[in-house]
């Protein structure tokens, strides 16, 4: 299958908005959750959101009320609009599928979470090479 692949990002200033998009292909269907994750440099990969095959989304506190996740499994495609952004939300966005077709909601808000370090690997299938986002004042 092909590789996730990002797009929409771009220069904003603090409190625009941006709508990513990940054209996912098959991993849509094939994946029981469909991720976005940021990596500013010098800083550690952080889980922004998840949304689950159900429809269930979850996010990281700091961008609840302002980040929405949405996937469109018709058009194979993944979205994160991205509203009142901060400085502080400049990084590179990522794309990711789940490895498991079958995986409960709260297991995926719980990868999504998970600052332990732990090697996560094998619970993805595939990565986009990223969109970068910059805010600036």
């Known amino acids: 299958q092909a590789q996730p692949v990002e797009s929409g990002g771009g220069s904003v200033q603090a409190g625009g908005s941006l709508r990513l998009t990940c054209a996912a292909s098959?991993?849509?269907?094939?994946?029981?959750?469909m991720y976005w994750f940021r990596q500013a440099p010098g800083k550690e990969r952080e889980g922004v959101a998840v949304?689950?095959?159900?429809?269930?989304?979850y996010y990281a506190d700091s961008v609840k009320g302002r980040f929405t996740i949405s996937r469109d499994n018709a058009d194979n495609t993944v979205y994160l609009q991205m509203n009142n952004l901060k400085l502080e939300d400049t990084a590179m966005y990522y794309c990711?599928?789940?490895?498991?077709?079958?995986?409960?909601?709260?297991?995926?808000?719980?990868?999504?979470?998970?600052?332990?370090?732990?090697?996560?690997?094998?619970?993805?299938?595939?990565w986009g090479q990223g969109t970068q986002v910059t805010v600036s004042s």
């Open positions: 949304v689950h095959t159900g429809g269930g989304t």
């Open positions: 098959a991993y849509t269907y094939a994946s029981a959750c």
């Open positions: 990711a599928a789940d490895a498991f077709a079958f995986r409960l909601p709260t297991t995926c808000e719980e990868v999504l979470l998970d600052q332990t370090g732990v090697d996560r690997s094998d619970d993805f299938a595939a």
